[in-house]
């Protein structure tokens, strides 16, 4: 009797945990919308900001096409990395020193505040090496934060999903690379999107490491890697920091969020297609 | 035996005898000295034996005594766990642990305890290892899956769902896959660790009568805990304790005239 009734008291903290955590995102999402439903039209999402100060009218596009650029130039160099990162940690170094060693330094390399990431990136980027502020100067910087993250998930994700076929794999004479090309990325790939659409989104929220980097408070959409760049959050973090308008400030928070949150869908139904559950696996 | 070599097939870069069905030369294996060690840890000490070629040799033995790491020694899959191989292991006379490794593995096949089904359908579990060992066209490559899968004596049971992912198959039809995986290397030696270890009597039945089968044209080599098992398909026996042979020999001998204490401790201890 006793045993039960601590039973339900636990279940009963847990759903109350759960319900706090599912009310605040929605609290936040519902919020912001709420807040920020006047400015949000077609025309905010595709026009150019203006108005004195900056950003109080007009709307939000190059910082949206920016942050697009930005999460996938990041994506892309940070993804490569970390998956290869992940590949030598689980199926290569298993258990070795150098394995331990690199696994500790990207551990402690998770850990460092993201502005830190950003004054190294200037120093040794456009101090020491002379580029400009530029989305790809950006885009390596937020490569690096990421890259701790999608190196973890990823060895992970080959841990699990990987070593005992490419072990067995390899008791049958096959060469590492055709292990990996053939059986090993097509059956991790959906949790490897999944993996780098996770550090993508996160990268694509930060401010700390493009503010020295490149991005700019106005900036037509970015024709090269070499151009400075808008992005949503620092526009957001300017406007909300001159107080000058509250909705317009809220209405980018809320393409933001809906921009992460439609990325993140998309790539959880890649993740779905390919293990071939379809959309069951958002609704179960 | 060798009667029926009529050509040499440069398989990477080893000269590599193969009969002419196709399958290699069944080999003996001699061990000399051997010893096995991960990190500091010694796990097999001072191995030295013979395996028969074109029989069924048991490995029995305590849990932890090295049975798993000898048969790995063979394949030297070892390595690839970071494990450390010292001595000498030679297939008729070459020396494997001089060969390249992916060629070796090509001639001594390894059906791992409770393996994998891989995650693909059951026809490309066989096609994935013969795309990479061979250039077989399509037609062949179809004939030669049903050819091993019926050697396995799992075609029957799945030659409607061969487009079907191997995942969904039994633990016996799982491990009769597995087997045929390996059998696709066309091997000389089999190695299997534990191949009915999850599996029912009728399943354990259906693998042991493919290996008497098997046996025919290929070296087995076979851990197990199942004594009766080792009595009823082991030509010899080599009973393993604390990573050391023990004893070894024919398993009629074996079995009714054990000479070490060890070895009459573990009957009467595994015959309850």
Known sequence: MKRKVLDNLIKSILIFLGLIAVGLTLFVFIYVLYRGRRVISIRFLLDNPSGIPFGTAGGVFPAIIGTLMLGGLSALIGGLLGILNGLYLSLYSKGTKSGRILLHLITILSGLPSIIFGLIAYTLLIYKLGMGKSLLCSAITISAMILPFITIRAKKIFDEKGYTFFIESESLGLSKPYIIRKLIIPNCLGELVGAVSLGMLYGMGAVAPILYTGVVMNAPIPTSVNSPFMSLPYHLYMLANSGYSDEYALGTAFVLLAMLIIIEILCHLFASFREGVGFKRIFR | MFIEIITYRVVGCSNIKIRKDGSLTVANIIVKNLNVFYGKKQVLKNIDTKINSGRITAIIGQSGCGKSTFL?????????????????????????????????????????????????????????????????????????????????????????????????????????????????????????????????????????????????????????????????????????????????????????????????????????
């Open chain 2, 72 to 272: 790995k020694s063979i394949n030297r899959i070892v390595e690839e766990e970071n494990g450390r191989i010292n001595g000498h292991i030679y297939l008729d006379e070459e020396d494997i642990l001089k060969e390249d490794s992916q060629i070796l593995r090509r001639k001594i096949g390894l059906v791992f305890q409770q393996p994998e089904a891989f995650p693909m359908s059951i026809e490309k579990n066989l096609s994935y290892i013969m795309n990479y060992h061979f250039n077989y066209k399509k037609l062949e490559l179809k004939e030669r899956i049903k050819t091993y899968l019926q050697m396995v004596g799992l075609y029957g049971e799945v030659k409607e769902e061969l487009s079907n992912p191997a995942k969904n198959l039994s633990g016996g039809q799982k491990q009769r896959l597995a087997i045929a995986r390996c059998l696709c290397l066309n091997p000389e030696v089999l190695l299997l660790d534990e191949p009915c270890s999850a599996l029912d009597l009728k399943n354990t039945l259906d693998i042991e009568k493919m290996l008497l089968e098997l046996k025919k044209k290929y070296t087995i080599v076979l851990v197990t805990h199942n004594l009766s098992q080792a009595k009823r398909i082991a030509d010899d026996v080599i009973f393993m304790s604390e990573g050391e042979i023990v004893e070894e020999g024919s398993s009629k001998d074996i079995f009714s005239q054990p000479k070490s204490r060890k070895m009459r401790e573990y009957i009467e201890y595994m015959e309850g």
